[in-house]
């Protein structure tokens, strides 16, 4: 069964440190993989996506990911981040199973970031 | 630029109580989406409509019923609230049933059941 595992449930940097937030996937064919933030009270915001092509994809905010497909993982990064970045961070990857289309969701990491 | 619109944004309930959550959107997408979100438990599907007309089960579609009124709204109702259906529900679009198209989502209403 398609899967997203986000291996860190909460992390904390200091503000100017690199980030790398972590995600592995389980599907069978070739996947469509999402991260999304969502700030506190807010909805969820698409960071960046990937379909195929460059497996490093730029995003907003600063943000990439690299999709690795030896290791099914697509691992957010930031090189240095800001107070404004803590938030909730979701991997997602798009799921066909007969006609039932959907994104499956990673539990989150929260992340903090300490002045 | 709306893009995905709840109402409301709280909401308190008592048990037994119904209630129905709107949701529009104004980006002329064939799909909808009713999602909750509990702590530690991050997004799940409640029911999902790919197009006007159709409606389907996501993953935990028990006590809740939706309505795809017409291809811009999206309800999602509360027959007899429990307890349990206390949580922050988002409701969400995307373009086309495909997988590669992205989401958007509105801002959540946060409900109660007391």
């Known amino acids: 069964a398609q899967s997203v595992t986000q291996p860190d449930i909460h992390i904390t940097v200091s503000e100017g440190a690199s980030l790398e937030l972590r995600c592995n996937y389980s599907y069978g064919a070739t996947p469509y993989l999402f991260w999304y933030v969502q700030s506190p009270g807010q909805g969820l915001q698409l960071l960046l996506k990937?379909?195929?092509?460059d497996t490093l994809v730029q995003g907003i905010k600063g943000f990439e990911a690299e999709f690795k497909r030896s290791q099914s993982s697509f691992n957010l990064r930031k090189p240095s981040v800001h107070w404004s970045d803590a938030a909730e961070y979701f991997c997602a990857v798009g799921s066909h199973a007969g006609n039932n289309r959907k994104l499956i969701w990673g539990l989150g990491t929260s992340l903090a970031v300490n002045p | 630029n709306a893009g995905v619109t709840q109402t409301p944004k709280f909401q308190v309930l008592k048990t037994g109580q119904s209630m129905t959550l709107q949701c529009a959107q104004d980006?002329?997408?064939?799909?909808m989406y009713w999602y909750r979100q509990d702590p530690g438990m991050g997004l799940r599907l409640i029911y999902y409509?790919?197009?006007?007309?159709?409606?389907d089960k996501g993953e935990v579609p028990n006590g809740y019923n939706v309505s795809r009124l017409n291809k811009r709204e999206f309800s999602l109702r509360l027959e007899s609230a429990a307890p349990s259906q206390t949580s922050v529900y988002f409701c969400?679009?995307?373009?086309?049933?495909?997988?590669?198209?992205?989401?958007?989502f509105g801002q959540g209403t946060r409900l109660t059941v007391v």
């Open positions: 980006m002329n997408h064939n799909s």
């Open positions: 990937y379909f195929s092509g």
């Open positions: 409509s790919a197009s006007e007309g159709t409606t």
């Open positions: 969400a679009s995307s373009g086309q049933q495909g997988l590669n198209t992205e989401a958007f």
